[in-house]
């Protein structure tokens, strides 16, 4: 089975021009907001119940955010609109932000330098192509099923024109693969340590050190293919993270 090429791309859609689909596209939160909020510390202003087996682009999701009270637990849209824009941009096509480029890139600089945040996930997708072309979906976790931290951004979009009300959104950082990750994919989100929480929240920390914690994960991931059930977003429930029948 060999990994899909890169699909990940950091910008906005502009006319009809088309740009890839971005790597990691589906992700689970089955914790609630307030497990979150006691796993991290934090307050819960979210009040997300959780049970979510099929969290898509677009969708309002759960976010760690770090304000001068303390760590907040909060509601954004997955899908990233720069603050500065000056339209609602297709922000389904913003869901990651490339490692690379995340401090130099016009959509995500100022965000990368004021806007960090962290994703928490029970597991998230990735699919693989298999030596027919089909796209076969597995499901990453850590090793102990416990929830994990993803690298993320955000920004608050205000319209110019006043119409709309302020959109709160968020994107997640991607980057190249671990082993595991390698045999599925070119891509993996980042994946944050415990002990990489604080800097990462932390307004004060110095850009070259954030840049040095979007690293492939060195910590143990398990991945099991799961049923194409998942492909679509209208589908959720338990039944999308059961292992699947594996093929070569």
């Not at 950091?10 to 990691?24: E, F, K, L, T």
């Not at 920004?155 to 950082?173: E, F, N, Q, V, Y």
């Not at 959720?236 to 059961?242: E, Q, S, V, W």
Request: neutral net charge; charged residues 20%.
């Amino acid at each position: 089975m060999k990994p899909l090429s890169s699909e990940t791309d950091d910008r906005p859609a502009s006319g009809s021009r088309r740009y890839p689909v971005a790597m990691c596209g589906r992700f689970t939160q089955k914790t609630s907001s307030a497990e979150l909020a006691s796993l991290y510390g934090a307050v819960d202003h979210a009040e997300l119940a959780g049970e979510r087996f099929n969290v898509a682009p677009t969708q309002t999701v759960a976010v760690v955010v770090q304000r001068e009270s303390g760590r907040t637990i909060e509601a954004l849209r997955w899908g990233f609109v720069p603050s500065w824009s000056q339209r609602l941009t297709s922000s389904s096509r913003m869901i990651n932000a490339r490692a690379e480029s995340i401090g130099s890139s016009p959509a995500y600089r100022r965000a990368f330098l004021n806007g960090r945040c962290i994703i928490p996930a029970d597991g998230f997708y990735e699919w693989a192509r298999s030596p027919d072309g089909r796209r076969l979906p597995f499901y990453i976790t850590a090793a102990d099923g416990g929830p994990i931290g993803l690298a993320g951004l955000r920004a608050t979009w205000h319209d110019p024109s006043g119409k709309s009300a302020p959109l709160r959104s968020c994107t997640i950082a991607t980057t190249t693969p671990n082993e595991l990750m390698a045999s599925i994919h070119n891509r993996m989100p980042v994946v944050l340590a415990p002990e990489a929480w604080e800097p990462w929240l932390d307004s004060s920390t110095d850009p070259a050190e954030l840049q040095g914690l979007l690293q492939p994960f060195i910590g143990e991931l398990v991945a099991r293919q799961v049923s194409t059930l998942v492909n679509s977003p209208a589908h959720d429930g338990p039944a999308l993270i059961a292992p699947a029948a594996p093929e070569a």
